[in-house]
Every structure is written in structure tokens, then in C-alpha cells.
RNA sequence: GCCCCCUUAGCUCAACGGAUAGAGCGCUGGCCUCCGGAGCCAAAGAUGGAAGUUCAAUUCUUCCAGGGGGCACCA
């Protein structure tokens, strides 16, 4: 029972339900804008009144004394304003109720019971070059939504599909074999038409003729630039389950496999020496090529396969993390997916937008003026870098100001909330041994009390907001929210005072919010500070 | 040429068709005898333009202006 935002909606459902036969669409209500119209408004009464063909102000009134009754103990008042407003007050012993079950039940209060297996593919750059500051988003995010979804109950694994064979890596490996041939001849680097500049080639090249000159070049310096990669990604805290080699994918013959498969259904044809896939006839655009004239597999044609196997490997639902440029490319995969027989609902692709630097330096892996995310993570640390990256929403273009991260971290909004950290953890070493007591709770009664606990009990709002919408930027939001309540509380209200009841009160809030904060920043992966 | 996204305060961003368009940074002015002032309070400041749909438009439709991205037998 995670308390009054989990409650509402359900209540109000049953209420369009029971008395208009309606099952309404989700959106029925949200966070009232002004403490004058409570904790949460509905526009239900607005948004169904041509369809059930009255006034709003009268279906609100219809709609009250259900509410009133299925919410008693919850809510305190129930108005009904102007156009056809339901606003609801809640109860300052629903508020204490849900505090001390916070600190009985701890972060558990917050739970749910999930039952999907979700497999979340995410970063998945190609191993030809370092990560760069936008592959960094796409890890972050992608890691946070496995926690969210891992939090909310469901079973998560993490992968990274690793792009080790096809064009770019015969790019790739021209690339070292010429930075070799040249330091051999003494001669300067020149990449290859189309191949990849960047001092990074030249430093492989450098350690390859002194460490690996017998070793294959491409195998070598494709190890070297996995472990570049596997090394970021451990700095920011992430840990893959899986790391899904599409060579591997290849020699295995599931890409031939899966052509045979949609072969077998009619669904390939030649044309120009080459195959096609009959994508039209599921809805696309235009056919698509698997196999080029040239004999060679397209990317598309191993992305059917690589789907094709996850959805055999037993997940309810798949998730991926692409790129902007990759918009187009999401319904070629679900084409594909349905041409062979697979609801296209199984796969939720997440598009996540572009990092820019406002310092305008373009950030092209080929042309080799990127800046390397673990340059960032050096000089920002793990936790403020992953904070930056889920402060917007996915799908809008992050811009990273590196001067302002450069010169300092004060400005950082990670900092608010750390402070929070700081003052709890302060006022909790000059309290000394505290057990929590839920007897003293119901004594909180100022406003800044009550606000910082209405502010609390929001959290499960926010958190099932950020699981349906795959947002980790609610998370945020919600931290905000609290640390905004909890810092205004502590201008206004003294914890450690004389009176000991009202302290061991205080106290208990402050334990309380504790276990919120520490949970809510465990999702981000970020570590709470006890001092700053 | 075709398709998609964006345009909100000086800057970076919110607002799932709803009530007085919200934050942070910056600017101006207050607040430390007191649990950490990395904080709090107050003030100034915005929907690119023109029509339309609606009880209600920043949000939906159309047009115009400006910015970005995608349109391959690339990945």
C-alpha cells in the first residue's frame, strides 16, 4: 500500500465506472498547481462532458459524495470550483499514516510487484573509437531506466550489442593498419577515405607496435578499445549483463537463419543482384535490402536476426536506446518484427536526444575533435556527471555547458539536493542515538512540517510516471520538489529543540525523508554525501 | 525536393487541451547570537508572426519566418 497517490486513481476510476459506465482515459487527474486548490485536482468532469452530455459543474457534484465516502480517512475536503474542478485535500492522518509506514517499512513502502522480464539493450556504440559525451547520455539513461524498471518489480538485463564486424570495422581496422605502416615509415598519419582520424588511432598504433606486433591488428586494437569502452561504463557505474557480439550472431549463421525464415514466408526477393526484404507489404515505405550486391549483409539484415533472438530468448518486452538518427529506423525494426510474426508492441525504442557542447566544438568520432566522456567523468566524477545527464527529458536535446562544469560544481543543481544530505546527516551526529518512535509522529503540525511531508508522499507519483514514460528526468523533478520543501523547513523550523517530543517528531520526519532521499537517488545511481 | 523535431524570461529548460505559463542561472534588494548561508525570502522579466478548431490553446490544424536532424545496396 504505497498510500494516497496510489489510491486516487483507483477510486476515481471506480467512480466514472460505477456511476456513468465509463472507463475514461488515463490522464484524470494531476498535481493541483496552487496549495489553494489542494493536493490534486481532476479535470474529469471537464474532459467527459459532452460525452455524457451534462454540465461539468453537475458531474463533479455527482461525482463528490463517492469520492467523499471511498476516500474517508484520505482526504480531508473535496472542492469544487468554477468550470467543473474536483480538487482534493489530503488528511494530516493519511500524511502521518504514510510517514510511519516509511519508516517501518523503509523503501519497501515504495515497491511494487512488477512481473515482466525486460531485456534492455542500451550505448551499444560501435568499439572503433572512445565514447564520447552523447554515448554517456544514452549509458546513464539507459541504466537508470533498468533501475526504475528493476525498483518497480520487473526482472531487467542489461545489454550491449557490440557492433565487431561489417564496414566500420574494416574502416576501422584500414585505419590502424596505415597509423602503423606510417610511425613504421616515419612518416605522418593520413586516415583513410572515409576511415577514422583522431589521435586515439595513432596512440593504437604506437601500442601495438610495442606491446602486440605479433597479435592480429584488428583483433588488437578492437580489444583495446572494448576495454576503453568497458572501462567508462564501470566509471559511471554501470554493469552489463550481457555484451552481444554481432559476429558472433554471424558465425552462428543466425543471420542467414532469419533471411531463410522470412524466405520461407515469401517475403524476400532479388533484384539487382541483390535481396530485398518486401517491407511495403507490412506498412513501410519502400523495400528494404538484407544482402547487397556485393554479397555483403546489411545492418539491417543482422538487426532482424539480433531481434529475432531476443524475443526467442524469452522477454516480455524489449526496450532499445537509439539515436536520433535513428528515427527512421524504428519502424523498419517493427516492420520486420511483425513481417515474422511478432506483435510489433514487444519493442519499446527509446529515443534519446543529442548532447551538444555550447562551447560549439563538434563532436564527430571520425573527424577526432570529440571530447572523450572519460575526460568528463575525470573531471566531473561519477555522480555529478550522471546527474547532468538525466536533468531533460529524453527525447529533448541536453546541452552541455563544459565551461560551467569545468570551472566549478557549485552551480551544479546536484548540489541542492546533496545538501539536503548534508543537513539531515548533520542534525542526526548532534542528536546522537535515535531509535524512530511512530507514537511521536502525529505532533507535526507546522506548515513547513506538512508541506515537506506532502511533498514526501508524492514520490510514488513520480515514480510511476517515470516508469510508464521510460523518464528518468521525474525522478529528478521529484528530488527537486523535496529538497525545495525540505530546505524551507529548515530555515523555518528547528529539529533539535527543547521540547522532546516534538524533536523525536521532527526527528522522525527527518528519518523519514532520509530513507526517501537515499532511495530515490539509489534509482539515479547516485551516492547520497554525509557531508560536503 | 520529401519527412521529422525545435522556437516560451537575458541564458538553460518546465507546463500529459485546463485554473494567475513554472524553475534554475544571472540581475536587484533583504535574512546568520540559533541544527552547515552550497540555504531562505522578496522584486523585475517570456509563449516568433497570422488565421482556425474548442467552454478552454504554449499544447491541436493551416500558412509564414527562423534553427536543427533524417532522407543510401551507410552504420
Known sequence: MKGFYDKFPRVLKNALENIYGIIAEPPLWELSSRREFGDLSSMVALKLASRIKKNPMEIAAELKPYLEKNLKGFSEKIDILKPGFINVFLSKDSLIESLNSVLTEKDCFFKNKGKRKVLIEFLSANPTGPLTVAHG?????????????????????????????????????????KAVDAKDRGSEYVAPEG?????????????????????????????????????????????????????????????????????????????????????????????????????????????????????????????DLWGPDHHGYIKRVKTALKAMGYEEEILEVVIIQLVSLKSKERMSKRAGTAISLS???????????????????????????????????????????????????????????YESDPRYSNLLSEEEEINLLRSLVRFPYYLEKAYCSLEPV?????????????????????VLVEDSSVMKARLNLLKSLKITLHCALGILGIRPVEEM
Open 195 to 319: 576511415g577514422y582520424r583522431g589521435d586515439y588511432i595513432k596512440e593504437i598504433a604506437h601500442r601495438y607496435l610495442h606491446n602486440g606486433i605479433n597479435s592480429d591488428i584488428l583483433e588488437y586494437s578492437l580489444s583495446e578499445m572494448i576495454s576503453s569502452i568497458k572501462e567508462d561504463v564501470k566509471n559511471l557505474g554501470i554493469k552489463f549483463d550481457s555484451w552481444f557480439s554481432q559476429n558472433n550472431l554471424v558465425e552462428k549463421g543466425k543471420v542467414e537463419e532469419a533471411i531463410d525464415f522470412l524466405s520461407e514466408k515469401g517475403l524476400i526477393y532479388e533484384k539487382d543482384e541483390a535481396l530485398w526484404f518486401s517491407a511495403t507489404a507490412f506498412g513501410d515505405d519502400k523495400d528494404r535490402v538484407i544482402k547487397k550486391s556485393d554479397g555483403e549483409l546489411t545492418y539491417f539484415a543482422s538487426d532482424i536476426a539480433y531481434h529475432k533472438d531476443k524475443i526467442e530468448r524469452g522477454y516480455d518486452k524489449l526496450i
Open 375 to 433: 575526460q568528463l567523468i575525470k573531471e566531473l566524477g561519477k555522480d555529478t556527471t550522471r546527474f547532468y545527464y538525466l536533468t531533460r527529458k529524453n527525447d529533448s536535446h541536453l546541452e552541455f555547458d563544459m565551461d560551467l562544469a569545468r570551472q566549478a560544481t557549485f552551480n551544479n543543481p546536484l548540489y541542492y539536493i546533496q545538501y539536503v544530505c548534508a543537513r539531515i546527516e548533520s542534525i542526526f551526529r548532534k542528536a546522537g542515538k
Open 474 to 494: 521525474f525522478i529528478i523533478e521529484f528530488l527537486k520538489d523535496l529538497s525545495s520543501a525540505f530546505h524551507k523547513f529548515y530555515e523555518c523550523q528547528r
Open 137 to 177: 547520455r544514452q549509458a546513464v539513461v539507459g541504466d537508470v531506466i533498468a533501475n526504475i524498471l528493476e525498483f518497480w518489480g520487473d526482472e531487467v538485463e542489461r545489454e550491449y550489442y557490440l557492433n565487431d564486424t561489417g564496414r566500420q570495422i574494416d574502416l576501422f581496422r584500414e585505419s590502424v593498419k
